[in-house]
């Protein structure tokens, strides 16, 4: 019996690590994601608010005062409720979009409305670095943290999956940045797929937080955007 029961657990040791195998390679493949950065002893951020402020020279412009949620003892809900009050978050940041790409502005939309249901959270684990943020700035003591990795095709029906640690020790504000970068990013694979940097979807997510895009001329926004939908091969 006990020789009965050892294999038992064996096998079972066996097939739970080959499904955590499984997913892990899964969600690595794709090749693009959202980092956090963390720098000596600051707050941890997402890189794209980090460049906003160190590499594009302005501060960010965020909105969570303007979100009518009673948030109660919001820090300590899970994920998914979390999640919920940082989509409303990006709803308003993206308008900000409309003004000047208002077609663009529809698309990105549409793909935030679904992105609730198609996001895994992964409460136990790391993920592994997806490098795909190209040149980025940042200080010798300064970290980069896989946060978000996002799928080509759904697996399941996800196509986002989050580090539930990393998510939760970020304010709404900052969530909502890492949701958008994943937004722009998605749409950009739409029509770029052989991208493999994200410097541009950092910019034009940095103009948005930023609320900087009343104020780029008109051949600075042409062209980050052209260089968002043009296909491109390799690292650039």
Not at 147 to 160: C, F, N, P, T
Not at 184 to 209: C, F, G, Q, T, W
Request: charged share 20%; with cysteine.
């Amino acid at each position: 019996m006990k020789q009965i029961i050892s294999a038992l657990v064996v096998t079972l040791f066996a097939l739970v690590s080959q499904a955590s195998y499984g997913l892990r390679t899964e969600w690595k493949e794709v090749g693009n994601g959202g980092n956090v950065i963390q720098c000596g002893t600051a707050d941890l951020t997402f890189l794209d608010v980090y460049e906003t402020q160190h590499l594009y020279g302005f501060q960010p412009r965020f909105v969570s005062e303007h979100v009518n949620v009673d948030l109660g003892s919001f820090k300590y809900y899970g994920g998914t409720d979390n999640l919920q009050y940082s989509l409303s978050i990006a709803d308003i940041l993206l308008f900000r979009l409309k003004a000047r790409d208002p077609q663009r502005w529809a698309q990105y939309r549409e793909t935030l409305q679904s992105f609730a249901q198609e996001t895994l959270f992964m409460a136990q684990g790391k993920l592994e670095g997806v490098d795909d943020q190209g040149a980025y700035s940042a200080g010798w003591n300064c970290e980069l943290k896989q946060l978000i990795v996002q799928r080509r095709d759904s697996l399941d029906g996800k196509v986002y999956v989050i580090d539930l640690d990393l998510w939760m020790q970020l304010p709404n504000d900052i969530q909502a940045t890492a949701i958008l970068h994943e937004v722009i990013y998605r749409n950009v694979l739409k029509v770029n797929p052989n991208i493999k940097n994200s410097e541009d979807v950092r910019h034009l997510n940095a103009l948005i937080i930023g609320d900087q895009l009343q104020t780029i001329p008109e051949s600075a926004y042409n062209l980050l955007v052209e260089k968002l939908d043009a296909p491109k091969t390799g690292l650039e």
